[in-house]
């Protein structure tokens, strides 16, 4: 008998393997196996063999979540593992809203999700909701004033019900798309002749539920519609035959309507229609439905920290799954913190593009996605991302002879390389940034480009308000070495002993002979007679930080609004990452110095400005270089 081959998925290897195996048998001796009819007979067992072979394949690849391709198949391995993935979500924004009391004959206004806006953008109208509802008293202005008001973007609809004896626990299918699950609320009223009703709660859990707790839960079905689950009397309470279930629920644009800023009232607020709305915050967080890929990289991290906040991933995981404007975000212990804050967790958001991370987002994540789930007696602060600028000023040789590109030409596509560096792979928190990853890129952009050469500046850019007596005090951490003496500020009008000067910021080596791992002074430089004037700071090289005190600004020059610190790190330290103080030198400064893991490294966008004596952040010179 004929060895037997079973490991292959080609169809003609699976034709020859059939051909030789029925050649071996000596029943098919004088076969001519390329005949019309027996190639016919093979070509069935082939292609039957290659389908089901084929078949099997994609089935076990559903089976798991890391190959699974349907996005039924991942929502459904995704629920095994407790995960729930995220909706369409709506654009949120925040407005004031004062009305002129007109017709209103009471002293009191409401405003109700039944109020409605329109937004426009790009010749596209949103509708905007109330979010929640609120009640204003007419000022001595006869004006309603109505401060920070929630507006949600979507359309309002709701679906109706009968619960027969066979569908007690549901499921109920929501018949429409792009439903913002956060938003999907329940009614169930006893009968069609008993009107009385009662709102259920939603939850994502079975902690705390016990066999009457009127609770339903959401999850996405195989037709990736939204359907809603009831209890079964054993975990939740079960529906009754002849219940009425009203859901009611936004349909939502997504993304489409971030960055809406300007809202038209629809109609009137209970008959006033004199309304004037100033914005607080654009429209923000609109998001698409989690995509396939989200799912099948969140899903067993969510499973991992079974719905608790113990370590950073935790933190990370829950806020991402529940915050959709945060684009990245890192955590940290105040252990880590130099001198260290033990007992609290800092937390850094980077929203998406458009998006602002405002009190009512933090306090989400503080109170609902963190409090239930963190230690007790843990302290959970917000840090702001800090932005570090990173300039570059570079030299690329090229040859002429091998591009048709001028000098000029050759320096924009390096630029618009440089710039995709920073946008691909910086930008947001806990990033690198390499400076041989430019070299490369510029290296492999075009044929003709034989090297190049870099030198980098870092920029703080502080926002010092103006005053002639409160001064400015705070610690600076560049990530890296500083080189000594190129520390250098914009220029700007500061107040001294009563006396104006016109000058910048600058540092003086503390040693004799000038030492990379040494300290520092930063002084006030005149303009006027290029001398000191004052002693403004202190610089620690190796350590990377600058400490500012008192510095006072009594004016801008150039026309910016903040003080750009740039200084030139040190040759052998130019790889620039997100992460700890890189010293505990910094103590000897210390009032609360952070782990500097809230910080964003993006590419400095200045343009040359004398006045304020700021250089170009990206300047890139192009040199033909011919070989002899």
């Not at 210390?590 to 590419?603: D, E, G, H, M, P």
Request: proline share 3%; glycine share 6%.
């Amino acid at each position: 008998m004929a060895e037997l081959n079973v490991t292959e998925l080609d169809f003609d290897t699976i034709k020859a393997n059939l051909r030789t195996y029925l050649a071996a048998q000596p029943e098919f001796t004088d076969y001519d196996f390329t005949g019309s009819a027996l190639s016919l007979l093979l070509d069935v067992l082939a292609y039957n063999t290659h389908y089901n072979a084929v078949l099997a394949n994609l089935q076990a690849n559903e089976m798991f979540i890391d190959t699974a391709i349907k996005r039924s198949s991942v929502v459904s391995l995704a629920k095994m593992l407790g995960y729930s993935p995220r909706s369409t979500t709506s654009a949120k924004a925040q407005v004031n809203l004062t009305v002129t009391k007109d017709v209103t004959s009471g002293s009191t206004l409401s405003i109700t999700p039944s109020v409605k806006f329109n937004a426009t953008i790009n010749n596209t109208s949103f509708t905007f909701n109330v979010n929640e509802s609120q009640t204003a008293t007419v000022d001595g202005n006869n004006e309603f004033v109505f401060t920070n008001v929630e507006l949600i973007e979507g359309i309002r609809l709701s679906n109706s019900f009968l619960i027969g004896a066979d569908n007690t626990s549901g499921p109920l299918i929501i018949p429409n798309n792009n439903v913002d699950t956060t938003t999907i609320e329940v009614d169930v009223q006893v009968s069609s002749s008993n009107l009385s009703s009662s709102t259920w709660t939603k939850t994502s859990s079975i902690v705390d539920i016990t066999s009457t707790s009127k609770v339903f839960w959401v999850e996405e079905n195989n037709q990736g519609q939204y359907q809603v689950v009831f209890g079964d009397d054993n975990v939740g309470a079960a529906l009754l035959a002849g219940n009425i279930v009203t859901i009611s629920y936004i349909v939502s644009e997504g993304a489409a309507a971030n960055g809406a800023r300007t809202f038209t009232l629809v109609g009137d607020i209970d008959g006033e229609t004199g309304v004037n709305i100033t914005i607080v915050s654009p429209a923000a967080g609109g998001a698409a439905s989690e995509s396939i890929d989200s799912v099948r990289f969140n899903a067993p991290k969510f499973n991992a920290n079974r719905n608790r906040a113990i370590t950073t991933e935790d933190y990370r995981t829950l806020i991402k799954q529940n915050l959709t404007k945060a684009r990245e975000v890192t955590v940290w212990g105040g252990e880590e913190n130099s001198p260290p804050v033990y007992g609290t967790v800092y937390i850094s958001i980077d929203p998406i593009s458009g998006s602002v991370l405002t009190e009512a987002d933090k306090n989400f994540v503080k109170e609902t996605v963190l409090r239930p789930r963190s230690v007790m007696s843990i302290k959970h602060e917000f840090v702001d991302p800090d932005y570090l600028y990173l300039g570059l000023e570079g030299v690329v040789n090229y040859n002429p002879k091998m591009t048709n590109l001028k000098a000029s030409d050759l320096s924009v596509l390096v630029e618009a390389e440089i710039q995709d560096y920073f946008d691909e792979e910086l930008g947001t928190l806990s990033k690198t940034f390499f400076l041989s990853r430019v070299s490369e890129r510029v290296k492999l952009l075009n044929t003709s480009v034989v090297s190049s050469l870099f030198k980098m500046r870092l920029q703080k850019r502080i926002a010092v308000g103006i005053s002639s007596t409160s001064g400015y005090t705070a610690i600076l951490n560049y990530l890296t070495a500083i080189d000594p003496e190129t520390v250098r500020s914009s220029n700007f009008i500061t107040s001294i002993n009563g006396l104006q000067y016109n000058g910048y910021l600058q540092d003086f080596s503390d040693d004799a002979v000038q030492s990379d791992t040494g300290h520092g002074t930063i002084k006030f430089i005149d303009r006027d007679t290029n001398t000191p004037v004052a002693t403004v700071g202190t610089v620690h090289y190796d350590g990377g930080i600058i400490r500012l005190n008192n510095v006072i600004v009594t004016e801008y020059l150039g026309n910016v609004n903040t003080l750009h610190l740039s200084l030139r790190p040190q040759p052998l330290y130019q790889n620039i990452t997100s992460g700890t103080v890189r010293t505990s030198d910094v103590e000897a400064f210390a009032v609360a110095a952070r782990a500097a893991k809230n910080t964003i490294i993006t590419l400095d966008d200045s343009e040359n400005n004398s006045a304020a004596g700021i250089a170009p952040g990206l300047l890139i010179s192009c040199r033909p270089f011919t070989q002899q």
